[in-house]
């Protein structure tokens, strides 16, 4: 993993997943050396592969949900000649449910791998981290994450608690020389979609992204040198203002919506569908 003058090592978190493939492409066509994790091998040594000059980079499979995999990665970080100067805590999963059709395996599943990993991960890496002069830290969130979405209220607890934990080490290392992001899409377009949510979304009038606007967003945070926090999307950012200011409004508008959310929502319980 030979390291050019001005790139940068950035440790990417599921990077096989739709957001990551774009995140890995366009971090490594500005020369950055990249490793990429995920829990599907095959799929990370096809990325790579299809990354420029995919010999400066890594492929690390592990589940991060086993503390013993995730020491394994952190070791893996450690033993590289220049560290670590970026993590990206982009791995997650989504869960569409009423909360009475989810049971605690999918909640734990949900809360571990969104919220209790890039916390713990964050953690171990951090005295590398402060190693680097161009150290920083991103986290991916989500609008549903500061609007409470029904049908998303473990996925949106998960993502509350990642802003929190965001805001908070943002502040902890404030006068430190590690910058703290955090980007926070509306709907994506990925393969992740389940038929019903897509179908929730168009019922709603929902509008998305695509993978590639995520990640040139997260490559403005990285290159733009000073902490920051960005919410994507028109009228999310509208509707989370609101939400916060006026959440009774929101209220109403979205207990409106319910019976078209709870038919999609029982349309992926039935098909047995998890995102």
């Not at 955090?182 to 990925?190: G, S």
Request: proline share 4%; glycine share 8%.
């Amino acid at each position: 993993m030979d390291r050019k003058s001005g790139a940068l090592t950035v440790l990417l978190t599921g990077a096989s997943g739709g957001i990551g493939h774009a995140l890995a492409h366009s971090l490594a066509a500005r020369g950055h050396h990249l490793l990429l994790q995920g829990r599907n091998t095959l799929a990370l040594d096809q990325l790579r592969a299809s990354l420029p000059e995919s010999h400066r980079h890594l492929v690390v499979s592990a589940d991060l949900r086993d503390p013993q995999q995730r020491q394994e990665l952190v070791r893996t970080c450690r033993s590289l000649p220049n560290g670590v100067d970026v993590l990206i805590n982009n791995a997650g999963v989504a869960r569409f449910a009423l909360l009475a059709d989810i049971d605690d395996a999918a909640m734990r599943s949900v809360l571990e791998t969104n919220l209790l990993v890039p916390m713990a991960l964050t953690r171990d890496l951090l005295p590398l981290l402060q190693r680097s002069r161009q150290a920083a830290l991103i986290n991916i969130g989500s609008a549903f994450g500061h609007i409470g979405h029904p049908g998303f209220s473990i996925y949106g607890a998960s993502k509350s608690g990642l802003h929190s934990f965001t805001e908070a080490l943002r502040r902890e290392l404030g006068d430190s020389q590690i910058t703290v992001h955090y980007l926070a899409p509306r709907a994506v377009d990925t393969s992740l979609n389940t038929d019903a949510v897509v179908g929730l979304n168009r019922a709603l009038g929902n509008r998305s992204d695509s993978p590639q606007q995520v990640a040139e967003q997260c490559v403005a945070l990285l290159e733009g040198g000073r902490s920051a926090r960005r919410f994507m999307g028109w009228p999310e950012r509208l509707f989370i203002k609101v939400n916060a200011l006026l959440p009774s409004l929101v209220d109403s508008a979205l207990v409106k919506k319910m019976p078209v959310i709870r038919r999609f929502a029982e349309q992926n319980h039935l098909n047995g569908e998890t995102s």
